[in-house]
């Protein structure tokens, strides 16, 4: 089938602002938005530049804005899609070129939440083990890979880069949970900046974003919540009456 | 290009509009009982000028724009409060803009009544 899709490019060399630039290219209609576009880098023009290594929805390189929604171009039927599919860079981070964000500032605040084992235990000799149900809590948390479709989707970040993002909330949320970690109150005194989970406002466009069907609201309500009841609890046990 | 969201986005998008909108009410609100102490021909000339039918239609998005502004806010307020309640959101919302018919439907009859039946 014949496919038009339009593309915002931007070359930082050349352009002063992005412009959008049409191409019609031949696929079949179960190919994914990133075989059209290998197919306009491959057949029309050479100089188009956007990430992607897996091709296979794992390594989160590819994501961009596709009809107005943060998806990954290798995840995304074209069959799916309304014509002309229109491509551009996620939001809110800075255009390197063409569909190439700069991510640097999101991996900064990824590493922030460290996103490690954190405990003071002496390594054991075999695994650190914990039950199933343990292990369960943080199960939804541990699917993500960091493609940042959750964080340019929202309106709280486009509004102030410096707040932390879904994105890191989630990689926090994934050790804070686990039974084996003892970082949780480092890391929730980082989260609980005026740049942490409190911008978040509930919109759920990063729950509509994540290509891994991650519960992103659901795990930001919970690191709030474990915020407020950490807040609330007497700091000493309470006097007994007698 | 806008953000194409989904009911999350734009009931978000809803909730800062008819935020702002009642903050700006209030402000005017504020500015035109204050003319009284300008004296009192002057707050009834303001007064006048809400009587017209126009601003009488205005109320009615005002009563509009506060209840949704609550409405919403309860809901989000329960998802806040019960994080498994993000599973259903979209129920949540479709539950919220009924109360909202059945309650503006009503309200708007009954404030537009006036000016229908002249
Ligand atoms: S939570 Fe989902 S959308 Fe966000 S970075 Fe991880 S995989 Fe991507
Ligand atoms: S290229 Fe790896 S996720 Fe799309």
Redesign the interface.
Same mark, same amino acid.
């Given at each position: 089938m014949q496919l038009d899709i339009q593309i915002k490019r931007f070359n930082p060399e050349q352009d002063r602002e992005p412009q959008w630039r049409e191409y019609t290219v031949t696929l079949e209609p179960t190919d994914r938005v990133l075989d059209a576009l290998h197919a306009v880098k491959w057949h029309h023009d050479g100089s188009l530049a956007f990430r992607r290594s897996c091709a296979h929805g794992i390594c989160g390189s590819d994501g961009m %804005?596709i /009809? =107005?929604?943060n998806r990954l171009a290798c995840k995304v039927l074209i069959k799916d899609l309304r014509q002309p599919i %229109?491509v !551009?860079p996620m939001?809110g981070f800075p255009v390197v070129k063409d569909l190439i964000v700069d991510m640097a500032g999101f991996f900064d605040k990824y590493r922030s939440v460290r996103p490690y084992l954190i405990s003071d235990e002496a390594p054991p000799r075999t695994e650190r083990l914990q039950s199933p149900a343990e292990r369960e809590r943080y199960e939804d948390t541990t699917k993500c890979i960091l493609c940042g479709a959750c964080t340019t989707?929202c309106?709280s970040f486009w509004a102030n880069s410096a707040y932390v993002g879904p994105a890191a909330i989630v990689q926090a949320h994934r050790f804070i949970f686990d039974s084996r970690d003892q970082g949780r109150a480092e890391r929730s005194a980082i989260l609980n900046q005026a740049s942490g989970v409190w911008r978040c406002? *509930?919109?759920? /466009?990063c *729950?509509?974003a994540c290509p891994r069907g991650i /519960?992103v *609201? $659901?795990a930001i =309500? !919970?690191v $709030? $919540?474990l915020l407020v009841k950490a807040a609330t609890r007497p700091p000493h046990p309470p006097p007994t009456r007698d | 290009m806008w953000y194409r969201g989904g009911i999350g986005h734009w009931s978000w998008l809803l909730h800062r509009l008819t935020g702002v909108g009642v903050l700006l009410f209030l402000c005017l609100h504020i500015l035109d009982t204050s003319l009284i102490a300008l004296g009192p021909q002057h707050y009834n000339a303001i007064m006048g000028v809400y009587r017209l039918p126009l601003f009488r239609v205005l109320e009615v998005g005002l009563v509009a724009s506060v209840l949704f502004h609550a409405l919403n806010g309860v809901r989000i307020i329960l998802i806040d409060v019960w994080v498994d309640l993000t599973r259903i959101h979209r129920l949540l919302f479709q539950i919220q803009m009924a109360c909202f018919t059945l309650v503006m439907m009503p309200v708007a009859w009954i404030m537009l009544r006036p000016l229908l039946v002249q």
């Open positions: %804005m /009809n =107005g929604r %229109m !551009e939001r989707s309106p406002r *509930t919109i759920f /466009n *729950t509509d /519960n *609201t $659901k =309500g !919970e $709030k $919540k | -």
